[in-house]
């Protein structure tokens, strides 16, 4: 009996899935998107940037909800955090500013004077001495390693490469979202991550993002939900500061939380071991960009590196959480 | 930009944006004085960037000794170093104040002389205001789009001064400026003298303008 049914929602199972694609297939057929696989198409370039534009056309059934989720041209942010209106993609008045017609006034009272709060470390750093010597050991490797290293990167590759990988790392990266933004129980962002992981990876495999210049029904943190963030919004606090070596700052919470997204993360379960872990190191390896110059430059100004750092890191994770 | 969008619509927008603001003309737009100003300095300091002279390495040095002036004007630094120093600046006499206000200026102003020396006048976007319920605080959200797309939120929070409207501190990435120096700064108070913290801005200010960054 057993048996049996196990096979039968097997066949169900499996005949959804077939039916699904089938449609994908006569969908993508008679989609806009056909004349994609046209030839007489010049250089890649070319040809991303057509499927970019032909996937604002893209209306699927599967896709359920994109539409409605994802409607105009604009990315939302939460207000008082970012806002970019519509003004993206305006023409820009020759001085370089925008008019003032971008802005609404919102009333804030938290524009803090500063003088109210101690003023003190945000996090307990119980192993200081510890922490600062992985800094100093990360600091060595960033300045003399990583940068040298990802300059040669930049040298022989072409940019679209890079910023294909680094959509292909942020869209195999979806599980991670989508659970955490319903761990956090913002059921509407978890749609939003749905529908831009769908349209994402069925226009371009997820080496572009076209998602990301849609309206979203809800603001969506563009850096995406983790555990750690998770944890922090169920009211765990920090723990003490650890640095790691490699990995750079962090604490007990945010250690606990990376831990937790692995298991969600789909290049942990790949097969073989060591192609997931070559393919994830070299994921990291290509985002490098956006952190290595935000380094240099927090330490490029600072009295002491290690608390800018520690708490430049914290803010910013605290901020996150209340996002 | 990856996108490359389409010609019909985009054509259509500039052309409603144009008469938007041909209709804001005539409306005259009600612009609050803080966002006025700021948009006034912050369009002084492009144009600098978009001089001829700054891109001329033998004439660089004055417009970048304009560009301090722009900021000079604009940012008040003695807000900037009583808010960092929090409940130390109570303990600094009147001589050291100064000199620290000196000292913490030329950091400021070279670490941002710094930044926009990789900046290439690309566009800001400014964003919402947010105003203190008495009116006399606010912070102004803008956006920068560097070369490669991406998008970084600055805001400047504000304050009422001597007619006009000065920055007393910046948001990168919602990161406040004054808040990370301060957690430094007190720090250091715990072992240093004030004096000896001063001589550190300082030397670190010298090292800064003399493009010895520690990043490069």
Same mark, same amino acid.
């Given at each position: 009996m057993q048996h049996t049914k196990y096979t039968a929602a097997y066949r169900i199972l499996f005949f959804a899935r077939v039916l699904s694609f089938l449609l994908l297939f006569i969908q993508l057929l008679f989609s806009p998107c056909?004349?994609?696989?046209?030839?007489?198409?010049?250089?890649? #370039?070319?040809?991303?940037?057509?499927?970019?534009f032909l996937a604002e056309g893209i209306d699927h059934p599967l896709l359920f909800g994109v539409q409605r989720i994802l409607t105009s041209t604009d990315v939302h942010f939460k207000?008082?955090?970012?806002?970019?209106?519509?003004?993206?993609?305006?023409?820009?008045?020759?001085?370089?500013?925008?008019?003032?017609?971008?802005?609404?006034?919102?009333p804030a009272d938290d524009l803090d004077d500063y003088d109210t709060d101690g003023g003190g470390p945000v996090i307990a750093d119980p192993f200081e001495g510890w922490n600062r010597f992985w800094f100093r050991f990360n600091d060595g490797f960033y300045v003399y390693v990583a940068?040298?290293?990802?300059?040669?990167?930049?040298?022989?590759?072409p940019e679209i490469m890079r910023t294909g990988l680094q959509n292909f790392f942020h869209n195999a990266l979806f599980p991670v979202r989508f659970?955490?933004?319903l761990l956090q129980f913002k059921f509407k962002a978890a749609g939003v991550e749905f529908s831009r992981f769908m349209l994402n990876t069925m226009c371009s495999a997820g080496f572009a993002n076209p998602a990301s210049k849609k309206k979203t029904i809800v603001p969506?943190?563009?850096?995406?939900?983790d555990?750690?963030?998770?944890?922090?919004?169920?009211?765990?606090?920090?723990?003490?500061?650890?640095?790691?070596?490699?990995?750079?700052?962090?604490?007990?919470? #945010?250690?606990?939380?990376?831990?937790?997204?692995?298991?969600?993360?789909?290049?942990?379960?790949?097969?073989?071991?060591?192609?997931?872990?070559?393919?994830?190191?070299?994921?990291?390896?290509?985002?490098?960009?956006?952190?290595?110059? !935000? $380094?240099?430059?927090?330490?490029?100004?600072? !009295?002491?590196? $290690?608390?800018?750092?520690? #708490?430049? $890191?914290?803010? $910013?994770?605290?901020?996150?959480?209340?996002q | 930009m990856l996108l490359g969008g389409c010609k019909v619509k985009k054509t259509c927008c500039s052309l409603l944006l144009v008469c938007l603001f041909l209709l804001g003309g005539v409306l005259t737009v009600k612009a609050s004085p803080a966002r006025m100003s700021l948009e006034a300095s912050l369009d002084e300091v492009l144009s600098a960037i978009k001089d001829p002279a700054y891109s001329n390495p033998a004439t660089?040095?004055?417009?970048?000794?304009?560009?301090?002036?722009?900021?000079?004007?604009? +940012?008040? +630094?003695?807000?900037?170093?009583?808010? /960092?120093?929090?409940?130390?600046?109570?303990?600094? *006499?009147? &001589?050291?104040? *100064?000199? +620290?206000?000196?000292?913490?200026?030329?950091l400021l102003i070279y670490t941002y002389l710094g930044k926009i020396d990789g900046y290439n006048g690309e566009k800001i976007i400014l964003g919402n &205001?947010?105003?203190?319920?008495?009116?006399?605080?606010?912070?102004?959200? /803008?956006?920068?789009?560097?070369?490669?797309?991406?998008?970084?939120?600055?805001?400047?929070?504000?304050?009422?001064?001597?007619?006009?409207?000065?920055?007393?501190?910046?948001?990168?990435?919602?990161?406040?400026?004054?808040?990370?120096?301060?957690?430094?700064?007190?720090?250091?108070?715990?072992?240093?003298?004030?004096?000896?913290?001063?001589?550190?801005?300082?030397?670190?200010?010298?090292?800064? &303008?003399?493009?010895?960054n520690a990043a490069h």
């Open positions: 056909r004349s994609f696989a046209e030839p007489n198409h010049g250089p890649v #370039e070319v040809r991303i940037r057509q499927a970019l207000p008082g955090a970012i806002t970019v209106s519509d003004a993206d993609k305006a023409p820009v008045p020759p001085s370089g500013l925008r008019g003032m017609s971008a802005g609404d006034t919102v940068d040298p290293v990802y300059r040669g990167w930049k040298a022989v590759t659970v955490n933004s969506v943190d563009p850096a995406g939900e555990f750690g963030q998770t944890l922090g919004v169920w009211g765990l606090g920090h723990g003490p500061y650890i640095v790691w070596p490699f990995l750079g700052p962090s604490s007990l919470r #945010e250690t606990v939380g990376r831990i937790g997204d692995l298991f969600a993360d789909p290049l942990f379960y790949a097969q073989p071991w060591w192609a997931g872990t070559a393919t994830a190191m070299t994921l990291r390896f290509n985002n490098l960009d956006s952190v290595l110059p !935000l $380094y240099l430059d927090l330490k490029g100004s600072a !009295l002491d590196p $290690y608390i800018a750092m520690r #708490e430049a $890191y914290i803010n $910013y994770r605290n901020l996150h959480v209340k | 660089r040095q004055s417009v970048r000794k304009k560009i301090a002036n722009i900021v000079k004007r604009h +940012f008040d +630094f003695v807000e900037f170093s009583s808010r /960092t120093l929090g409940q130390n600046w109570t303990a600094f *006499s009147a &001589e050291q104040k *100064s000199s +620290f206000v000196a000292a913490f200026s030329d &205001e947010r105003v203190s319920s008495k009116g006399n605080r606010c912070e102004i959200a /803008t956006t920068v789009t560097l070369q490669n797309g991406k998008k970084i939120p600055v805001s400047y929070r504000m304050l009422p001064k001597d007619g006009d409207w000065k920055v007393y501190d910046v948001l990168v990435e919602n990161i406040s400026l004054v808040k990370n120096y301060r957690t430094q700064f007190q720090d250091l108070l715990r072992t240093d003298k004030p004096d000896a913290l001063i001589a550190r801005i300082r030397a670190k200010a010298n090292d800064l &303008e003399q493009g010895k």
